[in-house]
């Protein structure tokens, strides 16, 4: 399956997080699902890194761009049809950053891996 991953289910992947659900941990096996991850989430965990709330993951979101590329996992730039989509979603969700990624997946024909409920509200596939 071909998989957009939200930015907090990559942290915990790369933390081995408890909360990760089953099928999550399964996605990032060698020779399971295809992996994508958004600028936008890169974009969002930076900024975290930045005011410190993800101090686990060090000082730059190079370890994450890193950790990506030896996962395998695919980024995926923001294009200006991502924009445009995410003008005609409804307002369920407030976002900036998760609205952006439910008009990626759409676009892409991407399911989103996310444990964000209100992510259900639209009409992208979500796997958890």
């Known amino acids: 399956m071909r998989l957009l991953v939200d930015s907090h289910t990559l942290v ?7 909360r990760l ?3 999550a941990r399964r996605a990032f096996m060698p020779d399971s699902d ?3 991850v958004s ?3 890169l974009w969002e965990l930076s900024i975290k890194i930045t005011i410190g709330k993800l101090r ?11 950790e990506c590329r030896e ?10 049809n991502h924009i445009l989509r995410v ?16 008009a990626q997946a759409l676009e892409e024909d991407l399911a ?4 964000d409920r209100l992510l259900h509200q639209y009409s992208a596939k979500i796997v958890w």
């Open 87 to 102: 003008e005609s979603l409804p307002l369920h969700h407030r976002d900036p950053f998760d609205r952006l990624l439910v």
């Open 39 to 41: 600028f936008v989430s």
């Open 21 to 23: 659900s089953n099928r």
């Open 56 to 66: 686990t993951l060090g000082s730059s979101i190079s370890y994450l761009r890193d």
């Open 12 to 18: 915990w992947a790369m933390l081995k997080d408890h």
């Open 34 to 36: 295809e992996l994508h």
């Open 112 to 115: 989103i891996l996310s444990s």
């Open 71 to 80: 996962y395998g996992i695919n980024l995926i730039p923001l294009r200006f």
